[in-house]
């Protein structure tokens, strides 16, 4: 349980890379508030519906990771295995971020975003529901982040844990993206630059535990013996 | 654009063709569920998003999915850790029991908010006699549901309530996102209409019966009167300002202006316009305060012509299409039978759960969507992207001709030509200044409005410093023959024209002029004498002047591998400098049947034929040709013969279209290879019972988003696929602020929070 801790920093440090992002939603979300108490309200549950994505992401992988570890047990202990994909996961993503590797990115907006129409309505949308269902569908939007630390969870192996694992990472979001959406800029660019490289070398820091972690136990046989899932038969 | 503006029998959504009839037409008609859906969303949309009740509908329904899965999971992962003593308590038995009562509760809700509509769909297409996979595909949900619900009920073991919620989601998000693709592919189309203004100054609502001059009406602002575009009439003089688009085609009464008509006539450099001149709806008045007498009702104009043009073009059916449909109508018989085959093997083995998942897998995996949309997507993307760049296309078969051509012949005046002719030589008599004849010849050829008049003016003042013209006395113009005139009553005649001309004045020729004359003609030039007292004092030959990009085009042409020829009616001796000027091979002295001899002939030797002219003279050669391209339509896209209408004259937008049709036949065979292969290799594994019905769900709709995207590449024009690699590049050396993928500039925007 000690890497719930050290997620939920990970959340903190990296909501400076989700400002890049999910910024901008927090904001369009709260320019629908008619005054601050209620702009805070907005924010919070815009960011229960996010997290509960993120929840939902983490029991999948927690539940797709127990899977793995079935079929494979008998070879490999699959969990270590996971722990050192993920470890490595993370720390391609931190190097990204912290721009020691650079990548060719495929010409992403070429492609015409279908989906911009479904999640747009749910942003300019009026009603509480709809700032949930737009939380809920922002936990979804592709983010090298959320994908390293779902693959954290899976290797846990385990559906609770997993979920608690993305629970963390996404709370750990939270405070800066209410305070953001709530239209303070507490950082300037250039402290948010600077923050943002800490948090990637964070990243990093969380990628090389996970591999140390799964270095460590790679050897030792999987726990337990299960029929197969039903999603993946 | 809007159903009732156009009698087009099409979906009230995308515009797309309905598959049959409906028995009223009040009622509104969906091509598919999905437009069905998206129709409700956009008309919801419309009430000041007080009431997005279909869309919240969809998104509660996927938030309760989410919860149905994680519970299926938890419920999963307990058959996993059943042998630990501590879950195995009452407390978690009882806790698990929950779940499934929960994953009920929450599943039953999800087919309450889902099922309705595609209940609603599958039953319209009942009363139409059509069988649509989506009516099956309700069939499978609910006897999932109600295996799941006595399962609970009678403490069975298996449930598939997250089968029942991830398949109405999936194929309800799916075809809402189809209808959007598709609404997005006919947007070309529907910016053209959006050019016209929605109302328009009426100044006055007869035309001026007294025929008296224009610049006698006064016009006043509290004369004008707005009047809605609908209710324009014929006769109606209405007054558009600078910046303003004209609502309606007319004639120009009052005032001038440079006025824009890029849109209808192909016309990229704004042209002057005064009082007398057409202009044509939905051209911008750039500079001037013109009053212009509508002379079409607003609706029946050019423009709309060229819209209803380019509609019919998409609609039909082309020949690719239909023959991916009579693949479609046997696929819905062909799939019941795999998947009750499938049903009954695997109830047969496994029992009835199994049964009903592997066929409810095949019913997913074989919805035949993709296979529907892959040819008229990329058919309407491509037609509407050629109607912004001013090609019209007159048919969607004309896409797939042009893509198979092997031969491009064009015809030559008009087409490769400018038309006008410019002075090639000129040779004045030894022994006279050759300034001086110019200079005479400028002064008659001043008074003329013929083309070889034009030529010699502007040779005349490209070579000589010219700052006034003399204006000349006793100007006769002989038609057929050339200009008469004096330089002053009491100076002798002067002859400008033809040999002809030269010889009913008895003017001599010297041997040097004979020499000249008979040099010109032997190269099978055009020639214009002049002469005075007597004597022909000079010779000027002419040619005619290629299209600025006539070279490059024909170049590319050969180089892209296409045989290139040209047929014209023209004297050989003069075509034999266009083939060396070209080096393209030229048949010449062509009557109207040979050319179409010379067609077939090119056609048996090298493959199908594109023929390029201007679509008025070489009407039947373009009829016979595999795909007749016609130059410079402008506003007469009514050229039957033409299967392909430039409406400008640009050369480059040959080869613009060929290559066009190519990457849209590319992306056709992309979208049917995709189709076929996914659903082949999909039943195959779903009859197996190999694949679970949730991924069957994901891949159905990951299927229909590879067609939509792959077809939307076509709508996309060349500078913004430019601008893109561009931003890409720029995302690359800024990597520190991420881009969205739903609003790309939102991660610039919020460099500045």
Redesign the interface.
């Known amino acids: 349980m000690t890497a719930l801790p050290l997620v939920f920093i990970a959340g903190v440090l990296g909501s400076s890379h989700c400002l890049g992002m999910c910024g901008p939603f927090a904001l369009t979300i709260g320019s629908g508030a008619a005054d601050w108490k209620a702009n805070i309200g907005r924010q919070v549950i815009y960011t229960v519906g996010r997290v509960f994505t993120y929840a939902v992401f983490g029991a999948v992988a927690g539940a797709a990771g127990l899977y793995l570890q079935q079929q494979v047990s008998a070879l490999v202990n699959a969990a270590a295995l996971l722990a050192i994909v993920a470890g490595l996961f993370l720390l391609y993503q931190g190097l990204l971020a912290a721009r020691v590797i650079r990548r060719r990115t495929p010409n992403a907006s070429a492609v015409p975003c279908l989906a911009g129409d479904f999640f747009a309505t749910f942003l300019k949308s009026p009603g509480l529901h709809n700032v949930f269902l737009a939380g809920l569908f922002t936990g979804m939007l592709p983010c090298g982040l959320v994908y390293g630390f779902i693959a954290l969870a899976a290797s846990s192996g385990d559906l609770v844990m997993g979920a608690g694992l993305m629970a963390a990472f996404g709370f750990g979001t939270a405070p800066v993206m209410i305070l953001t959406g709530c239209g303070s800029s507490l950082l300037s660019l250039a402290a948010r630059k600077h923050i943002y490289r800490v948090a990637a070398w964070c990243v990093i820091v969380t990628g090389l535990i996970s591999i140390a972690r799964g270095t460590g136990f790679i050897e030792l046989p999987g726990w337990f013996t299960a029929t197969g899932c039903p999603l993946c038969d | 654009m809007t159903s009732d503006a156009h009698d087009h029998s099409g979906c009230d959504y995308c515009g797309l063709p309905v598959a049959a009839s409906p028995s009223s037409s009040d009622t509104p008609q969906f091509c598919c569920f999905g437009c069905r859906v998206a129709s409700a969303?956009a008309n919801e949309?419309g009430e000041e998003?007080?009431n997005?009740w279909t869309?919240?509908r969809l998104?509660?329904a996927?938030?309760f999915t989410?919860?149905v899965?994680?519970f299926?999971?938890?419920l999963?992962?307990w058959?996993?850790?059943r042998?630990d003593a501590a879950l195995s308590s009452r407390s978690a038995s009882a806790l698990f029991e929950l779940f499934r009562y929960l994953s009920m509760l929450l599943s039953s809700i999800v087919v309450l908010m889902l099922g309705g509509p595609l209940l609603e769909n599958a039953y319209e297409n009942l009363r139409r006699r059509i069988v649509t996979t989506d009516l099956l595909i309700v069939a499978g949900v609910v006897a999932a549901l109600i295996y799941s619900f006595s399962s609970v009920l009678t403490g069975g073991r298996?449930t598939y309530f997250?089968v029942a919620c991830m398949v109405l989601v999936g194929v309800t998000l799916g075809r809402?996102?189809e209808a959007?693709?598709k609404l997005?592919t006919t947007n070309a189309l529907r910016s053209l209409e959006k050019l016209l203004p929605e109302s328009a100054r009426v100044v006055a609502r007869i035309a001026n019966p007294s025929g008296a001059p224009w610049d006698g009406f006064a016009v006043r602002a509290t004369e004008e009167e707005s009047v809605l575009l609908d209710d324009i009439e014929v006769g109606h003089i209405i007054r558009v300002l600078p910046g303003e688009r004209i609502a309606a085609d007319g004639v120009i009464r009052r005032g001038q202006a440079a006025v824009d008509e890029k849109i209808v006539t192909g016309e990229s450099t704004p042209s002057i316009k005064e009082a007398g001149d057409q202009v044509y709806a939905g051209a911008l008045n750039q500079d001037g305060d013109l009053l212009v007498e509508v002379t079409a009702p607003p609706r029946g104009g050019a423009l709309l012509r060229i819209i209803d043009a380019v509609t019919a073009a998409a609609t039909a059916k082309s020949r690719l299409q239909t023959t991916a449909d009579r693949i479609a109508g046997w696929f819905v018989p062909g799939v019941v039978v795999i998947a009750l085959a499938t049903f009954a093997v695997h109830t047969s083995i496994a029992g009835i759960g199994d049964g009903l998942m592997a066929a409810l897998a095949v019913l997913l995996i074989a919805c035949p969507c993709a296979l529907g949309i892959a040819t008229p997507l990329a058919v309407w993307a491509a037609v509407g992207r050629a109607s912004s760049a001013g090609v019209l296309f007159r048919h969607g078969d004309a896409l797939q001709q042009l893509a198979a051509a092997r031969v491009i012949c064009f015809d030559k005046t008009g087409t490769l030509t400018s038309g006008e002719p410019i002075v090639d030589q000129f040779i004045a008599e030894p022994g006279e200044p050759a300034d001086d004849v110019l200079r005479a010849a400028l002064m008659l050829a001043a008074s003329s409005t013929h083309a070889f008049s034009s030529a010699i003016r502007k040779h005349a003042f490209a070579r000589l410093d010219v700052t006034s013209i003399p204006y000349p006395t006793e100007l006769e113009t002989r038609p057929g023959r050339g200009v008469v005139a004096k330089l002053n009553h009491s100076s002798g005649a002067i002859y400008l024209g033809s040999l002809a001309l030269m010889e009913d004045a008895g003017l001599q020729r010297s041997p040097s002029m004979r020499e000249a004359i008979v040099g010109v003609c032997q190269a099978g030039k055009s020639l214009v004498c002049i002469g005075w007292d007597g004597n022909v004092r000079g010779v000027f030959s002419f040619r005619e002047q290629f299209r600025n990009e006539a070279q490059s085009s024909l170049d590319g042409l050969h180089a892209a591998g296409f045989h290139v020829a040209i047929l014209t009616g023209d004297h050989a001796a003069r075509t034999a400098s266009i083939e060396r000027a070209l080096g393209i091979a030229v048949e010449a002295e062509l009557m109207p049947e040979q050319k179409l001899a010379a067609i077939r002939d090119l056609r048996h030797k090298y493959g199908p034929v594109v023929m390029v002219g201007d679509g008025i003279n070489d009407a039947p050669a373009l009829a016979e040709a595999d795909v007749g391209i016609a130059m410079g339509c402008g506003a007469d896209v009514s050229r039957e013969a033409a299967d392909v209408c430039l409406l400008g004259d640009n050369l480059e937008q040959v080869g613009w279209s060929i290559d066009l049709a190519k990457r849209t036949m590319r992306t056709v065979r992309q979208n049917l290879f995709w189709a076929f292969s996914y659903n082949g290799i999909g039943i195959l594994l779903a009859a197996a019972g190999l694949l679970?019905p949730?991924?069957a769900a994901v891949a159905m709709v990951g299927s229909s988003?590879f067609v939509?995207?792959n077809s939307?590449?076509l709508s996309?024009s060349e500078d913004?696929?430019r601008q893109?690699?561009e931003?890409?590049e720029q995302?690359?050396s800024d990597?520190?602020?991420?881009?969205?993928?739903?609003?790309?500039e939102?991660?610039s925007?919020?460099?500045?929070?």
């Not at chain 2, 990597?735 to 790309?744: A, D, L, T, W, Y």
């Not at chain 2, 925007?749 to 929070?753: E, I, K, P, R």
């Open positions: 969303i949309s998003g007080r997005r869309l919240t998104g509660l996927i938030f989410m919860n899965m994680v299926t999971l938890a999963w992962s058959d996993v850790y042998s298996h997250e809402w996102l959007v693709g997005r679970n949730v991924w988003l939509i995207s939307l590449r996309k913004c696929e893109a690699a931003r890409a995302q690359i990597s520190s602020v991420s881009s969205c993928p739903i609003f790309p939102s991660g925007a919020s460099s500045t929070l």
